[in-house]
């Protein structure tokens, strides 16, 4: 399962420090790669942005998916102005504001593979 992790930011500052944050995360490590990476903007030529990218194997994802979302609300706790954390999987966005219990929740529940024997669609 390969997730792509952004923030709405001025000068990328959040996203490093939410990327460091996740780099040290101790149970999140035993489920996932994390890397910085750079994308291309969709529709524009030469305009690259930044993001997280969180890579977890398929048979660890439900315990990554929740160690992300504990390791997501918890760095939120520690700062004072905490930037929306935007998430795509596969096409599905979830942007986190808050990081409230429904939003945790609404982003486990949209993002988590189905168990086994239900039908994949979410």
Sequence with gaps: MDLRISTVDADGQELKS???WLSRDGMLMRHAQVSFEQADRPGEM???FDLINVLLADASAVAGMGSLAVA???WRGTRSRPAAITI???G???TLTEGSEEEIRSLLD?????????????
Excluded: C, F, Q
């Design 18 to 20: 939410l990327y460091r």
């Design 46 to 48: 030469g305009g690259v």
């Design 72 to 74: 997501l609300k918890t």
């Design 88 to 90: 795509e999987h596969n």
């Design 92 to 94: 599905v966005i979830i």
């Design 110 to 122: 949209r993002l988590s593979p189905p168990a086994e024997g239900e039908p994949g669609d979410r």
